[in-house]
């Protein structure tokens, strides 16, 4: 980060490497899969932007936060339903394994139960690993409400999954 706020553009390249992967997710939690990649794309123009605002602390969550402002503006914008669609395409794909598809389907069927900062929540913990202070900043809330975000989440998921599982 300091080498990008020194000028060196091509340490952008770097930062993306390092942070795609929880911009995207973090993008596709609020608004699918179409759009993340746009915010991903966006997201990183900012920072190269906005690099002189950065305070040196936590370069993650300074980014997360740009990639979630442009998410939450984005779904203001388009003012529809969020729709997750597939996670990634060979996630989903038919010709690996079908009971890794299956089970697939069906935690995606489970996401959609949750609001929008649940999965949020669920996203940044469980799939990038984030400790909940560090997403406590990235959305804005006091790292108790994170907890309790990720504690509903996490227990509406499991009620879910046993349901399905009960209707086998």
């Not at 890794?100 to 690993?129: G, S, Y």
């Amino acid at each position: 980060m300091q080498n990008l706020k020194n000028g060196d553009i091509d340490a952008l390249k770097g930062i993306y490497t390092i942070m795609n992967k929880s911009v995207y997710l973090l993008a596709y939690s609020i608004l699918g899969s179409e759009k993340a990649k746009d915010i991903l794309q966006e997201t990183f123009i900012k920072v190269a932007q906005n690099i002189k605002s950065y305070k040196a602390n936590n370069a993650s969550a300074w980014i997360c936060k740009i990639a979630r402002n442009l998410s939450y503006t984005e779904y203001t914008k388009s003012k529809r339903t969020v729709s997750i669609e597939v996670f990634e395409e060979n996630l989903f794909d038919k010709n690996n394994n079908e009971n890794l598809w299956i089970e697939n389907i069906l935690l995606r069927d489970a996401i959609l139960t949750l609001d929008i900062l649940e999965r949020e929540a669920v996203i940044l913990f469980a799939l990038d690993k984030y400790k909940h202070r560090e997403i406590a900043k990235i959305l804005d809330k006091p790292v108790g409400t994170v907890k309790w975000l990720y504690s509903r989440a996490i227990k509406k998921l499991k009620k879910y999954m046993e349901e399905k599982n009960n209707d086998n």
